[in-house]
């Protein structure tokens, strides 16, 4: 059965009113074009559903979060512009930022953190021109976060946060109104990517009041699920230790703003422990008007990556993929109508060899193993001739610095023809008289590799 929220978080009233969003409509329309709402006929067909995509990756920043920080900035007044605008990013909400300084001619300063893709780090100066400084550090949004706080404090200067701002998410839930006035109807569900908040609350908000009937799923990366931890404690929460893989969405706390709008909203925890692995059945039955948060693990979430790529054409981030990922999870009336938001396609194309050995992990097709070779000859290929099946490969051959001079340590990488086939591997592993040590996902040592 779901988790439901804190009894007194149900009773609360939402900071974020239709009527906010509608005047974000109004501000933001002149600027900003409605992107194409798409029927997918690969993903109607899995899942018997007929599944559109919001395109906010052809956004002209390629995602959604211009819609909030043009909102926002487009409400200040002249003393504020003059003292100009901070604000802190994993790197999308910096692009929205950017191209909304250069557009009202506002200064802005960019706090973003060390590891943000170099793609999006080109596209934040190419959007902002000479009205934006961009200024790297620590190696999360929430350490670019407090150094853009602190320079508020210094300077003077407005924050224009990405999600923690009623101004923010009203502007994000313009999206909701698109895919209203698109379809011509409401969807019976609509599954929403989950970072800090700030989307899923404006959607839920709009929808709530346009759209009877319709169901609501937040989808966030297993390791950065901060929504799912706030719900469950009744407030939000500060998660230790997050994977920053996903980075759009790899928050170690959500919004106060955007947590008060989802639990007044009767948010339901329907999971706390990640969705998705191979095998594994639905796990998701929507029911009209539910409103659930899930958490999707990062390898399946890389894998629907790819299949977007190779079948659609669609260069999505890793956020940006969260709702597709979660489908398989999700349990639709035949013929249901459904939405999902890919929130950006800004990635790297540098990261998809990572992409794709996550996806192959999660596929049950990549293994890792140390293997204790006997110091004798044909001891490699009685490994090779014993061991591999006819459709394994060897990916990855590292011999191991070793202080015993009788065995030769290696890692190997093996990727396999078919999952099926890695429990008769393991058995001629166990038959052969070479020492074979198999690196378990999740385990200290093979953090190292992935």
Known sequence: MPTSPDTAAQDMISPLTVGEIDAAIERISPVIDATPLQRSERLSALTGANVYLKREDLQVVRSYKLRGAYNLMAQLDAEERTAGVVAASAGNHAQGVAFACKSMEISGRIYIPSNTPKQKRDRIRAHGGEFVELIMTGDTYDAAAAAAEADVQRTGATMVPPFDDVRTAAGQGTIAAEILA??????????????????????????????????????????????????????????????????????????????????????????????????????????????????????????????LYQNEGIIAEPAGALSVAALGNITF??????????????????????????????????????????????SLRRFLDEVLGPEDDITLFEYVKRNNRETGAALVGIELGKAEGLGDLLDRMEQSRIQVERLEPGSPAYRYLT
């Open 182 to 307: 698109q379809l011509g109807t409401s969807p019976d569900a609509v599954v929403v990517p989950v970072g800090g908040g700030g989307c899923i609350a404006g959607i839920a908000t709009y929808l709530r009041a346009h759209a009877t009937g319709t169901a609501i799923v937040g989808v966030e990366p297993t390791g950065a699920a901060s929504m799912t931890a706030a719900l469950v404690a009744g407030a939000p929460v500060t998660l230790t230790e997050i994977d920053p893989f996903v980075d759009g969405a790899s928050v170690k706390r959500v919004g106060d703003v955007p947590y008060a709008v989802v639990s007044a909203l009767g948010a339901e925890v329907v999971s706390h422990t990640s969705l998705g692995r191979p095998g594994r059945p639905a796990t998701i039955r929507l029911e009209a008007d539910s409103f659930v948060m899930a958490n999707l693990d990062e390898g399946s979430l890389c894998t629907t990556m790819l299949e």
């Open 333 to 378: 009336e035949p013929g249901s109508t459904v939405v999902c938001l890919i929130s950006g396609g800004n990635n790297d194309i540098s990261r998809y060899g990572e992409i794709l050995e996550r996806s192959l992990v999660n596929l049950g097709l990549k293994h890792y193993f140390l293997v204790d070779f006997p110091q004798e000859p044909g």
